[in-house]
């Protein structure tokens, strides 16, 4: 499976993006994806994860309603739509899935990550 994630760029604080990640290759029907982020000298850190069924879990600490995870699963795409975006947003993306299911069920991916900056 490969991850191809796109839509990173510069912004201005306040702005909006939307970042893609489509999977090729062969994803199970059960799997869940998900949107990573890495800043500068820090963790990478969870942002939100969405299952084939749609379900979603999104960490306590990013629920204030700037970002928001979708899928379209005739796709094996995922989306990140980030809202009123702030410095501290600036960070690489990663795009991630994980088998849930058949011979390759806990096999991991991660994309090759997409750079988001905003400016102050």
């Known amino acids: 499976v490969q991850l191809q994630a796109s839509g990173g760029g510069l912004v201005q604080a306040g702005g909006s993006l939307r970042l893609s990640c489509t999977a090729s290759?062969?994803?199970?029907?059960?799997?869940?994806m998900s949107w990573y982020r890495q800043a500068t000298g820090k963790s990478r850190e969870l942002i939100a994860r969405?299952?084939?069924?749609?379900?979603?879990?999104i960490p306590r600490h990013m629920r204030g309603g700037r970002f928001t995870i979708s899928r379209d699963g005739s796709k094996n795409t995922i989306y990140l739509h980030m809202n009123n975006l702030r410095p501290e947003d600036t960070a690489i993306y990663y795009c991630?899935?994980?088998?849930?299911?058949?011979?390759?069920?806990?096999?991991?991916?991660w994309g090759q990550g997409t750079q988001v900056t905003v400016s102050s």
């Open positions: 969405i299952k084939e069924d749609g379900a979603k879990e």
């Open positions: 290759g062969s994803l199970f029907s059960e799997n869940a």
């Open positions: 991630h899935a994980v088998q849930l299911g058949g011979k390759d069920y806990g096999e991991e991916y």
